[in-house]
């Protein structure tokens, strides 16, 4: 079976400071895979989508950056975090057919 | 854009009650999902129905599609303190209408609580 597996669960970091996320799916070849940021109360934000290796597709311009360096890794990263930043950022996988996608546990970003 | 709109934002009923949850949309679609979030929990996938599918059932959920009108609702059916959470509808568009395969709009979900 598939899981997708992200980390780390809760983050503060301060304003200026670099950002990491890391997202893995196992039991699955060649995934969609997709970035979602969620503010408090708030409906799912794409941030970055990927269809392939190294392929990564843009939604919303902003202070961040997605890489997929491995068929099943996706990785989220920016240089300088704001303080508009936090949230929720949900990492998801698809096979584009049929459309569900499936999320990992997501990752509380803090900002300080 | 924002595609998907529940209504309501928040709901509140007892346990074994039955809860209903809408979605209007605006453009065309291919299919429209629903989903479930836990506080603080990533989204779980209820059910998926097509444009062409009038209404689909799930266990204790029932889910009808009206494309003439662009709306969607979800039913839980005897509800239990365990369905409290946050639903949201989702949809993806045909390519004729910008669409991709695979990408998803999401609304910003209702909160339903069931209270013991």
């Known amino acids: 079976s598939q899981t997708i597996h992200q980390w780390p669960a809760t983050l503060v970091q301060p304003v200026g400071s670099p950002l990491s996320l890391e997202c893995t799916v196992e039991?699955?070849?060649?995934?969609?895979l997709y970035w979602y940021r969620q503010a408090a109360g708030r409906g799912l934000q794409l941030l970055f989508y990927?269809?392939?290796?190294?392929?990564i597709s843009s939604e919303v311009p902003q202070n961040l950056s997605a890489s997929r360096p491995q068929d099943r890794q996706f990785i989220l990263s920016s240089k300088k975090l704001l303080l508009s930043d936090s949230g929720f950022y949900l990492c998801?996988?698809?096979?584009?057919?049929?459309?569900?996608?499936?999320f990992g546990p997501g990752t509380r970003l803090t900002v300080t | 854009s924002q595609q998907g709109e529940e209504d309501p934002q928040a709901l509140s009923i007892q346990e074994g009650e039955n809860a209903t949850m809408n979605c209007s949309y605006k453009?065309?679609?291919?299919?429209l999902q629903w989903y479930r979030q836990n506080s603080g929990r990533g989204l779980v996938h209820l059910i998926l129905i097509r444009s062409n599918e009038r209404e689909k059932h799930s266990g204790r959920l029932r889910v009808t599609l009206d494309t003439s009108k662009k709306s969607s609702s979800l039913l839980i059916t005897a509800s239990r303190a365990a369905d409290t959470a946050s639903y949201f509808c989702a949809t993806d568009a045909p390519r004729n209408s910008g669409g991709s395969n695979y990408k998803l709009t999401f609304g910003k979900g209702t909160l339903l609580t069931v209270n013991p």
């Open positions: 453009t065309s679609i291919n299919n």
């Open positions: 998801a996988w698809g096979t584009g057919k049929p459309y569900e996608q499936y």
């Open positions: 990927s269809v392939g290796i190294g392929q």
């Open positions: 039991g699955t070849s060649n995934p969609n």
